[in-house]
C-alpha cells in the first residue's frame, strides 16, 4: 500500500514540476550519481586503529557518550555498511590514515604503507564502494602546536613523511579502484594565544607542502582544507582560508571548504563560484556548527540547502565532491550517519527541482518580483514525493520507517558491544 501511495503522489509532483519546466525524472537520473563520501570516523568517535595509545587531540574533540561504538576495523565496517542500508544511491567511504588494517602491530604514521590499506580496498569493491583519504596529523606525541609548520625541523620532517606517504597510499587506493581517490590535508596548526611569528610558520608550511607535492601521482587528486581555529588554538591558524585558496590557486590544488571552519555569518555556498573559477574542484565537508565547529549530525536547514543550490547553479556537479565530516557520540551512530547523509540528498533533490531555466530568465529580462516569487513558491512545492520515489527506486526505506530497523540493529548489535 504505501509503495502505492509513493508512486501516486509521485505522479501528482511530476505534473506540478512540469508546469514550471522541470522534469522529475531526468532529475531521478542525476540524483542516482550524486555519491557522497561517508566519513569512517562517525562509527567510533575518531578513534582509528593505531594503537598508539593517545587521547583526541589537536584542537578537535568529540562530545557524548552514547553506548555501542565500533571497537575494531570489522565491527567499523559492520555499522558503515548497516548505515548504507538506508541511504539511497551510491556512495563513498572516506578513511583517515590512522584507520589503517595494522593487525595490532604499532605503525607509526612515518611508516605506514598501502599494504595496511589493501584489505579497505578489497572490503570496498567488494561492497561497491570507491575509498577517500586523509593525513592525520591530530592525536599523536609528535602533534604539538605544530606540524607541517613546526620550526622543530625533526617534527616538520616526520610529518612530511607522513603526508607523502599518504599521498602515495591514496594513489595506490585510486589505482586499485580505478577512480581517482581524494586525498584531503587538513593540520590543525596554530597558537593558543598571540604570535609574532605568522610569516614563518606560513613559510615554513610553504615549504613542506612544496616537497610534498613534488611526486606527481595519476591516480589521486590533493585537497588542502583550512580550519578558523581549533579548541585551545583559538588566536592563529597558519592553515587559514586566505592561506590555502592562495596556494591551491597558484598550484591546481583542489580546495576544501567544511561548514564549520569559517565565521558563523559567512556563507559557504557563496564562495563556489568564486573558488570554482581559479581551482579545477572544490571538496566540501557538511556538518552543522553550532556556534562553532561542534560538528553536529547534518539536518536540512538554510545553509546546505543554499550550497546544494549553489552546486547546480554553477554546472559543477562534476566539479564538487560532497564529504560528510560530523562526529556526534550523543546519538546512535548509525542513526547519525544515515539522519545526515539522507539530510544532504534532500536538499541535492530540492536543488535539482529548481526551475532554474525560468528563473534565470526572469533574472535576464530583469523580473525580479517573478523571481523572487517563484523561489518562494519552490520552498512548498512536493519535492519530498519526489525524494520518496528516489529512496523506493533505491531501495532503501522511505520516510521515517527506517527508524524502527537501526533501533532493531541497536538492540541485536551495538548494545551488547
Known amino acids: 500500500m504505501k509503495e502505492k501511495l509513493v508512486e501516486q503522489a509521485y505522479e501528482i509532483a511530476k505534473e506540478r514540476y512540469a508546469q514550471i519546466g522541470v522534469n522529475t525524472d531526468e532529475v531521478l537520473e542525476k540524483l542516482s550519481k550524486v555519491s557522497l563520501s561517508l566519513h569512517c570516523w562517525q562509527a567510533d568517535d575518531v578513534s582509528g586503529f593505531e594503537s598508539l595509545g593517545e587521547d583526541l587531540s589537536g584542537g578537535i574533540q568529540t562530545t557524548g557518550n552514547y553506548p555501542g561504538k565500533?571497537?575494531?576495523?570489522?565491527?567499523?565496517?559492520?555499522?558503515?555498511?548497516?548505515?548504507?542500508?538506508y541511504i539511497p544511491g551510491t556512495h563513498r567511504l572516506n578513511l583517515h590514515a590512522t584507520y589503517g588494517d595494522f593487525n595490532g602491530e604499532k605503525v607509526d604514521r612515518d611508516e605506514i604503507e598501502p599494504k595496511h590499506f589493501l584489505s579497505w580496498m578489497q572490503w570496498a569493491k567488494q561492497n561497491n564502494m570507491k575509498l577517500d583519504f586523509n593525513s592525520t596529523s591530530f592525536s599523536h606525541p609528535k602533534s604539538g602546536n605544530l606540524t607541517l609548520s613546526s620550526s622543530d625541523e625533526s617534527v616538520r620532517r616526520f610529518w612530511i613523511e607522513h603526508t607523502k606517504r599518504?599521498?602515495?597510499?591514496?594513489?595506490?587506493?585510486?589505482?586499485f579502484q580505478q577512480d581517482p581517490c581524494i586525498m584531503n590535508i587538513w593540520i590543525h596548526d596554530g597558537s593558543k594565544d598571540l604570535t609574532v611569528n605568522r610569516m614563518l610558520y606560513r613559510e615554513l608550511l610553504t615549504k613542506s607542502l612544496d616537497e610534498i607535492f613534488e611526486t606527481k601521482y595519476a591516480n589521486m587528486k590533493d585537497c588542502l582544507e583550512s580550519k578558523l581555529f581549533g579548541i585551545g588554538l583559538e588566536s592563529y591558524t597558519v592553515g587559514s582560508s586566505d592561506y590555502y585558496t592562495a596556494y591551491a590557486a597558484k598550484h591546481g590544488k583542489i580546495i576544501t571548504l567544511d561548514t564549520g571552519h569559517?565565521?558563523?555569518?559567512?556563507?559557504?555556498?557563496?564562495?563556489?563560484?568564486?573558488?570554482?573559477?581559479?581551482v579545477p574542484e572544490v571538496m566540501l565537508h557538511v556538518s552543522r556548527p553550532v556556534r562553532w565547529d561542534s560538528d553536529h549530525v547534518t539536518i536540512i536547514n538554510d545553509e546546505v540547502q543554499e550550497l546544494c543550490h549553489e552546486i547546480v547553479r554553477c554546472d559543477a556537479m562534476d566539479r564538487v565532491h560532497i564529504?560528510?565530516?560530523?562526529f556526534d557520540a550523543s546519538i546512535n551512530r548509525i542513526g547519525a550517519y544515515v539522519i545526515g547523509s539522507r539530510a544532504t540528498l534532500k536538499c541535492m533533490t530540492m536543488a535539482l527541482l529548481e526551475p532554474i531555466a525560468l528563473l534565470r530568465k526572469y533574472e535576464a529580462e530583469e523580473r525580479f518580483f517573478e523571481r523572487l516569487a517563484l523561489l518562494e513558491e519552490c520552498k512548498s512545492l512536493p519535492w519530498n514525493a519526489v525524494w520518496d520515489m528516489y529512496c523506493l527506486r533505491s531501495g532503501v526505506p522511505v520516510g521515517e520507517s527506517y527508524i524502527s530497523s537501526i533501533e532493531?540493529?541497536?538492540?541485536?548489535?551495538?548494545?551488547?558491544?
Not at 262 to 278: G, N, Q, R, V, Y
Open 166 to 175: 599518504c599521498r602515495k597510499i591514496a594513489d595506490a587506493i585510486g589505482e
Open 323 to 326: 564529504g560528510l565530516d560530523y
Open 408 to 417: 532493531k540493529y541497536e538492540a541485536d548489535v551495538t548494545s551488547k558491544r
Open 70 to 85: 565500533a571497537r575494531n576495523i570489522s565491527e567499523l565496517r559492520q555499522d558503515i555498511l548497516k548505515a548504507a542500508e
Open 262 to 278: 569559517f565565521h558563523p555569518t559567512e556563507i559557504i555556498a557563496d564562495k563556489l563560484s568564486a573558488m570554482l573559477l581559479f
